[in-house]
């Protein structure tokens, strides 16, 4: 089936030449300025607490508003309701709002909003999916009409980032009268774009807002309707941008987008994501594979890889090797101090000759995307002397063999759900929590007090030095970021983001 | 008759209570409904609460005797994914998927009627073995493989139709093709072969003798008799059209009952896939039950065994 499927997809591309030459493009979306985007996923719901797929936060980003704002490229945060904010203590922090601000339906935005959305979202009973982007949560308090004070749990240095990034503000009386039902079958927000018709599971159309707040760190957009379809199948969406039916589609794989390239009306557009890619290593008491507990069979498969010839060569471009176990750009992220480990297949072999497994070594490997590259990586690893035997699963049947400590080495990636700080990504494999196979108890303890300090000078030391004692124990081969492929049709201008957001309020036509 | 009717009754019964059940065990052993819903980087703790809040902590004897007394008060519970009524998503789902099963059963009656015609009057020529070629080329491709050819045709090189969606008719060619070829096949054989079997009975052969236009012949004395099992086979190939357009539809985004089970699936959605499952179970029983009451009817024969 896999290479029927390619088979098509050749021909799909090939076709794409010579129709594009000899019939010529229709460009219905540029006529009428609109961006026809299709996506593989339905959201379950388009309230952002109440999805946790990457287009509900795509919807979220484009019809609500959050507190503050994070620049993609910068990563400087910028006010947006609110205008300013101060960590009053270690728990506590205040928000100035801002005036003048309306949801879609005419609703005055200010403190009341803000309140009752972050107490709302924070209780457990409310049910909302994406928990981790709210159980930090304690309290939301208004001081006055444009002033409101939040204060975490536990000390939660990382509380603006999430502000700024999954956690919007619903308008109070709508909410409180239609709850999160409503909200899906009627989305009413403050940003940017607002929704104007909405088929759960098969279509969502925006429409620019025209009210929308001049002093946005989000330009007024350009783009007056985006019409977003929901189309499951791969070559579907590759056929309808041939054939000028989406003007915009994302998560192309690599092979699919090169050939792509050639055709004269689409563009092709690769950039990093903030999805890290690296092998975890099993060294609990009880684990199957007793030789990963050995330094040296840890830092011998290290060496075995070929990092950046994998990038060069499968990755693609945007893609760049990474030395921790983290995105560079999240706060806190170095690699300052941490060992590296250069390809080295000679040293891999006398590393495991040491340790005693110099006539080969047998391990399990357990991987459930970009299948292509854990075989690259078994390739690697053959030719020093490790045999690995892979085994394909479905993600939650992957972690279900992680957590009940039957693996011995794992192809993981994560994508820190867009958060541009270390406590969104380390910690989660390392400080002793489910997903951690080393637990080493000097890591865990520098990666908490990482997370549970405000202190910005404090926060980087002790993260820096646990990626460093990770990298010196050898836990993990910190592989590489993903990049993701777009492709779009040739007259549309748009910029591809780390944080996989595209931006239609930023887009226009040629 | 009526007895050989309520005999056949119970047993569709028996059998459509039989795949719910094997149903329901099967979707439960293909992976824990918990972690799928908790999704990527969810706390231990986060999927055990989801565990207890949907009820899938208790044993499956007991989640499936409660699912079926439920189902039989016609409480067919709510999505997973959704988190709305699974009678309200069907039933918005289930048009568009019986349009493209009574759209794609006529496209593959319009083909395989006059084929199989051909073939007969034809037979052992070279008209014979270009249907014998045309139907073994429908059975053996793919549908997926079928329907992106289709589009590669019609949507990319001529521009034609469009690619996806359920908005208009022009949405519902593509699909109709690519379901009813993979189905046209069996009738044409059967329309061959009942009428080699009836164009040397007796009586043909006498409406020739008296001289009748071949046209006529073929047409109105013949292909009458040779349709017979072909209405049987009709409502046996809905039931497997409306069953079998989970592939299609998904390749055409078409928003009906078939993209709704691959969309089930993806996210294990157990309360909607047991629906959609349980329904077209039923369909297809009902369907097949239709067939054999029209055999019946039909033939006194089949009553009697």
Redesign the interface.
């Known amino acids: ?1 896999g290479f ?2 390619k088979a ?1 997809v050749a ?2 591309a090939s ?2 030449l ?2 594009g030459v000899l ?1 010529g493009v229709a460009f219905a979306g540029k006529s009428d300025n609109t961006v026809r985007f299709a996506y593989d ?2 959201p ?2 388009a309230d952002p607490f ?1 999805n ?1 797929v990457r287009i509900g936060v795509i919807i979220g980003q484009h019809v609500w508003d959050t507190l503050v704002y994070r620049d993609p490229v910068t990563n400087e945060y910028k006010g947006q309701l609110a205008t300013a904010w101060r960590w009053i203590d270690d728990r506590t922090l205040e928000f100035d709002l801002r005036q003048g601000v309306k949801f879609h339906n005419g609703e005055e935005f200010d403190a009341d909003d803000v309140v009752y959305t972050l107490n709302f979202v924070a209780k ?1 009973e409310n ?1 909302v ?1 994406t ?2 982007n709210v159980s930090w949560i304690e309290k939301a308090e208004k001081v006055d009409k444009y002033k409101v004070r939040v204060t975490t749990k536990q000390v939660f240095p990382a509380a603006v980032e999430y502000l700024a990034g999954p956690v919007v503000i619903h308008p109070n009386e709508y909410y409180e009268k239609v709850g999160p ?1 409503g909200q899906n079958d009627k989305p009413v927000g403050s940003g940017p774009y607002k929704v104007t018709n909405y ?4 279509s969502i159309t925006l429409e620019k807002n025209p009210d929308y707040f001049r002093d946005s760190p989000k330009p007024a957009a350009k783009i007056a309707k985006v019409e977003i ?5 791969r ?2 969406q590759m ?2 941008a ?2 000028s ?1 989406v003007d915009l589609i994302m998560g192309v794989p690599k092979d699919q987008a090169d050939q792509l390239k050639a055709a004269p009306h689409l563009q092709v557009v690769s950039g990093e994501t903030m999805r890290i890619v690296f092998l975890q290593m099993n060294t609990l008491e009880g684990a199957p594979s007793p030789a990963l507990k050995d330094e040296r069979v840890r830092k011998a498969i290290i060496h075995a890889i070929d990092r950046p010839t994998m990038v060069k060569q499968i990755v693609g471009e945007g893609s760049r090797v990474i030395d921790t176990v983290c995105f560079p750009s999240q706060f806190g992220c170095t690699n300052d101090g941490a060992v590296k480990y250069d390809y080295n297949p000679a040293k891999a072999k006398q590393l495991l000759a040491e340790a005693g497994y110099g006539n080969g070594l047998e391990l399990d490997i357990v991987a459930y995307r970009e299948r292509n590259q854990t075989e690259a990586v078994i390739g690697y690893l053959r030719a020093v002397g490790i045999k690995a035997n892979l085994r394909f699963l ?4 992957m ?2 063999i992680i ?1 009940g400590n039957k693996a011995m080495l794992t192809h993981q990636t ?2 820190s ?1 867009s958060v541009n700080d270390v406590s969104a990504s380390t910690p ?1 494999f390392f400080a002793a ?2 997903d951690d196979i080393t637990r080493d108890p000097a890591v865990a303890e520098l990666l908490k007090k990482g997370d549970n300090s405000v202190e910005p000078q404090m926060r980087k030391e002790a993260y820096r030095k646990a990626l460093a004692l990770i990298a010196e124990k050898a836990y993990a081969v910190p592989m590489y970021s993903l990049p993701s492929y777009y492709v779009a049709a040739k007259d549309l201008v748009f910029k591809a983001y780390p944080d996989e957001l595209p931006r239609f309020w930023e887009m226009s036509w040629k | 008759m009526i007895g050989y009717v309520l005999k056949r009754l119970g047993l569709a019964l028996l059998v459509a209570l039989a795949v719910s059940a094997i149903a329901f065990f099967l979707l439960r052993l293909s992976g824990d409904a918990a972690t799928a819903i908790a999704g990527e980087g969810a706390r231990q703790e986060d999927i055990e609460l989801i565990r207890k809040t949907y009820g899938l902590d208790r044993p499956l004897v007991v989640q499936y005797v409660e699912w079926l007394w439920q189902t039989l008060r016609g409480d067919f519970g709510t999505s997973l994914y959704f988190k709305t009524p699974v009678s309200a998503l069907v039933l918005d789902k289930l048009p568009t998927t019986i349009v493209l099963g009574l759209t794609s059963l006529g496209f593959a009656l319009l083909v395989s009627i006059p084929l199989g015609v051909l073939a007969a009057v034809y037979a052992n020529s070279w008209i014979d073995r270009l249907a014998l070629a045309i139907a073994v080329v429908g059975q053996a491709l793919p549908n997926f493989f079928f329907a992106l050819i289709l589009v590669m045709f019609f949507s990319i090189t001529l521009r034609w139709l469009p690619v996806s969606g359920s908005d208009s008719w022009a949405h519902f060619v593509m699909p109709t093709i690519a379901l009813g070829y993979y189905v046209a096949p069996a009738f044409m054989r059967l329309v061959r072969a009942g009428m080699i079997e009836v164009l040397s009975a007796d009586y043909i052969r006498t409406a020739r003798a008296k001289g009748l236009p071949a046209r006529s012949v073929i047409f109105k004395h013949a292909l009458r008799n040779a349709l017979v099992p072909v209405v049987a086979l009709t409502a046996v190939q809905l039931g497997f059209l409306l069953g079998g357009s989970v592939v299609v539809e998904t390749i055409f985004a078409l928003d009906g009952l078939g993209y709704l089970a691959y969309q089930s699936i993806t996210y294990k959605d157990f309360p909607v896939m047991q629906v959609v499952v349980l329904l077209l179970s039923v369909l297809y029983v009902l369907l097949t039950l239709l067939a054999d009451v029209a055999n019946a009817w039909l033939d006194p024969r089949i009553r009697v065994a």
Not at chain 1, 199 to 202: E, R, S
Not at chain 1, 229 to 233: A, G, K, L, N
């Open positions: 089936m029927m499927r098509v021909g799909l076709t794409a010579v129709s019939t996923q339905a379950e719901s109440f946790n457990p049910k999916v928990q981790q039902k088929v759960p599971g098969k379809r929901f189309i499951p199948d070559q579907t056929a309808e041939i054939s039916g479905q993600y939650a049947a972690r279900d957590r994560w994508g759900f989660v929590g489910d």
